[in-house]
């Protein structure tokens, strides 16, 4: 075989450079949509948020894994992957894969070139794939004070100089900046501390990523920081404590504050995690199914949410055999990777890229019958410009809406399964009367989403037309 020249190398390391930095200018930055409620590219294009949690994924994959699950997640529609840089679990006093720890004699002040060298490798296979980090500086536990373990090395000042250094790092790469960490604001102390991470984050960056706030479960940013300038919009951690716990309550709660801004549930149920942590030695236990990972995006985002994050108990902390598990985990990471749950997010995202999703809005009017609470109540989202609706039966229960909100006279309706991805066309209409609907299947499990269409717009169908 012909050994390659130093002038072909050469010219393959200038494609290589060109091609990353067209991928760079391709790549625009996002921005938060007029209404306040939905999150946007900068040159105008709605950004669906389809979040999954790898908190441990800069801390515990070396390179051909984290290639493998983020190509993985590409492929499975995912436009944000969550990581923290000072991971969970041991991220300050255990290497990553290569030997490296993240911080010179735990200093947020002092970096590890070769521990950021491997972050760096991940941020850019994720923006090749098209795929947004949130990333959160550090874990929650970090910035904690006087609790023991490898809490208390933040302070203001080099909380500042932390941010500013992660600001400047990734300021042309496609971040979302997640401060937080599992843990909420107990002290001015610790107020403080956030607000110097994201002003520095501010100064290193020159403004060019969103920043948010990933609180405790259950708990929400706007408890903390919703009207502060550097809140761009807000998370909620829904937690793992019940099934059909509804966290489109949250979503609700953050929807109604003034000044209006986007929200999502960060860290949700995640599938195959022990139903409200209790016993965790019991193999047996009730674990969250794909059901109960899929209720949670369909429950918040008929809120109003501008995406919704899925998650997955071995996933987010990347286990495998020969690590202690959290929490039960007791599937490798890698073989986590094609449970069901996170298969169908890709029918969540074609279901809302299928419509002008940033129209919509919550309209508890538009059902006029139907279960109310538990896990079948129904929810409603309606297009401002009433062009189209989306209306979902948790349990496939029945329901009878007002079709006179729909702005034509000629009105499509179709079911869609968000277990398949696939919509079943029922008929085509007047927009006159209160019709009931009834789902075709109905029990738990047996969820369905009513798609209703002024005809004559000649909407897609998700997933099909609309790729």
């Given at each position: 075989m012909q050994q390659p020249t130093l002038k072909s190398i050469i010219g393959m390391l200038i494609l290589l450079i060109c091609t990353s930095s067209l991928f760079a200018q391709q790549t625009p930055g996002?921005?938060?949509?007029?209404?306040?409620?939905?999150?946007?590219?900068?040159?105008?294009?709605?950004?669906?948020?389809m979040g999954d949690t790898a908190w441990e994924l800069f801390h515990r994959l070396d390179r051909e894994e984290a290639d493998q699950y983020l190509e993985n997640r590409a492929a499975k529609g995912f436009t944000v992957i969550q990581a923290v840089v000072l991971a969970q679990l041991g991220g300050l006093n255990v290497p990553n894969a290569y030997g490296a720890k993240p911080l010179k004699n735990n200093d947020p002040a002092q970096p590890n070139e070769a521990y950021f060298e491997h972050v760096d490798h991940i941020v850019s296979k994720a923006a090749s794939l098209g795929m947004f980090v949130g990333m959160l500086p550090s874990w929650g536990d970090k910035w904690k004070q006087n609790e023991g373990g490898e809490s208390g090395i933040f302070t203001v000042k080099n909380a500042r100089q932390y941010g500013e250094y992660l600001g400047e790092r990734y300021k042309d790469q496609p971040v979302i900046w997640i401060l937080g960490g599992d843990q909420n604001i107990k002290t001015d102390e610790e107020?403080?501390?956030?607000?110097?991470?994201?002003?520095?984050?501010?100064?290193?960056?020159?403004?060019?990523?969103l920043i948010t706030y990933h609180p405790r479960g259950p708990g929400m940013s706007s408890d903390f920081f919703h009207e502060v300038d550097w809140l761009d919009f807000n998370m909620f951690q829904s937690s793992h404590g019940a099934r059909d716990h509804d966290n489109g309550l949250f979503t609700r709660h953050d929807y109604q504050l003034k000044p209006a801004k986007p929200t999502l549930d960060g860290e949700p149920r995640y599938e195959?995690?022990?139903?409200?942590?209790?016993?965790?030695?019991?193999?047996?236990?009730?674990r969250f199914d794909d059901y109960d990972a899929r209720q949670a995006a369909y429950f918040s985002l008929l809120e109003g949410a501008c995406g919704h994050t899925y998650g997955h108990n071995?996933?987010?902390?990347?286990?495998?055999?020969?690590?202690d598990p959290v929490i039960g985990a007791n599937v490798p990471w890698y073989d986590a990777m094609d449970h069901a749950g996170s298969f169908q997010m890709k029918h969540v995202r074609h279901l809302f890229e299928s419509r002008p999703f940033t129209l919509l809005a919550p309209d508890s009017a538009f059902v006029l019958d139907g279960p109310e609470t538990g896990g079948a109540k129904i929810k409603a989202l309606v297009a401002s410009d009433s062009s189209f609706a989306f209306v979902y039966s948790p349990r496939g229960e029945h329901f009878t809406v007002d079709l006179s909100q729909i702005q034509s006279r000629s009105v499509r309706a179709a079911w869609y399964d968000?277990?398949?991805?696939?919509t079943d066309f029922i008929h085509t209409g007047d927009n006159t009367g209160m019709q009931t609907f009834t789902p075709p299947s109905r029990g738990r499990g047996q969820d369905w989403i009513l798609i209703l269409d002024d005809a004559t717009r000649n909407f897609p169908v998700p997933g099909q037309d609309s790729e």
């Open positions: 996002l921005t938060v949509s007029d209404n306040g409620r939905y999150l946007m590219y900068e040159d105008g294009r709605p950004f669906f948020y107020a403080a501390i956030i607000e110097a991470m994201a002003l520095g984050l501010r100064e290193g960056d020159n403004g060019a990523h195959n995690i022990m139903v409200g942590f209790y016993n965790q030695n019991d193999p047996k236990h009730l071995s996933i987010w902390q990347m286990w495998a055999p020969g690590r968000p277990r398949y991805g696939i």
